[in-house]
Antibody, heavy 117, light 110 residues
Framework: QVQLQESGPGLVKPSQTMSLTCTVS??????????WSWIRQHPGKGLEWIGY???????YYNPSLKSRVTISVDTSKNQFSLKLSSVTAADTAVYYC?????????WGQGTLVTVSS | EIVLTQSPGTLSLSPGERATLSCRAS???????LAWYQQKPGQAPRLLIY???SRATGIPDRFSGSGSGTDFTLTISRLEPEDFAVYYC???????????FGGGTKVEIK
């Protein structure tokens, strides 16, 4: 059973860079066949795809966030990470990491990140 | 960019009734890459349907998906108390690559 767990600061100041890490257990990122994704959900709103990465390091980002997003992978730790720069209050959301192959079959529990001074 | 429009926004029904949720795409979507999710408050979404009509592991057969091209439907044949939740459709496109979610349909108790 694959499990994903997000970790990182729950509070970030405006204009700073937020960083989250997703630790995968029960399966190896480097085994291939899946993309590893970040998805967010603003309070009371719908789901927004941020981007995803393959174990090789290939990345694809949502065009609306592309200029501020970096997703990286550390196969030795079985982790992948999200960095979002120049955050504002509009980036306050629950951030989910997920396994994806055309559809998302495993999700992390989600972590709330609040942008506030 | 493909836009997914879900309707209705809210569906008010009683337990035991049939629920029909619509997901319409702004251009044709590969059925292989159309999925449905259920989300309850405070929880991550849960995969219900993938490939437009295949049930995910452990999903009861009262949930069914259908459709092709630009029109897709999620049907819950007889609503159980635990089915009242928000439902999202999602598509994956390879050119350009990316995921798109619909805005969601809330199924609430009437």
């Amino acid at each position: 059973q694959v499990q994903l767990q997000e970790s990182g600061p729950g509070l970030v100041k405006p204009s700073q860079t937020m960083s989250l890490t997703c630790t995968v257990s029960g399966g190896s990122i480097s085994s291939g066949g899946y993309y590893w994704s970040w998805i967010r959900q603003h309070p009371g709103k719908g789901l927004e795809w941020i981007g995803y990465i393959y174990y090789s390091g290939s990345t694809y980002y949502n065009p609306s966030l592309k200029s501020r997003v970096t997703i990286s992978v550390d196969t030795s730790k079985n982790q992948f990470s999200l960095k979002l720069s120049s955050v504002t209050a509009a980036d306050t959301a629950v951030y989910y990491c997920a396994r994806f192959d055309g559809f998302v079959d495993y999700w992390g529990q989600g972590t709330l990140v609040t942008v506030s001074s | 960019e493909i836009v997914l429009t879900q309707s209705p926004g809210t569906l008010s029904l009683s337990p035991g009734e049939r629920a029909t949720l619509s997901c319409r795409a702004s251009q044709s979507v590969s059925s292989s890459y159309l999925a449905w999710y259920q989300q309850k408050p405070g929880q991550a979404p849960r995969l219900l349907i993938y490939g437009a009509s295949s049930r995910a592991t452990g999903i009861p057969d009262r949930f069914s998906g259908s459709g092709s091209g630009t029109d897709f439907t999620l049907t819950i044949s007889r609503l159980e108390p635990e089915d009242f939740a928000v439902y999202y459709c999602q598509q994956y496109g390879s050119s350009p690559p990316g995921l798109t979610f619909g805005g969601g349909t809330k199924v609430e108790i009437k």
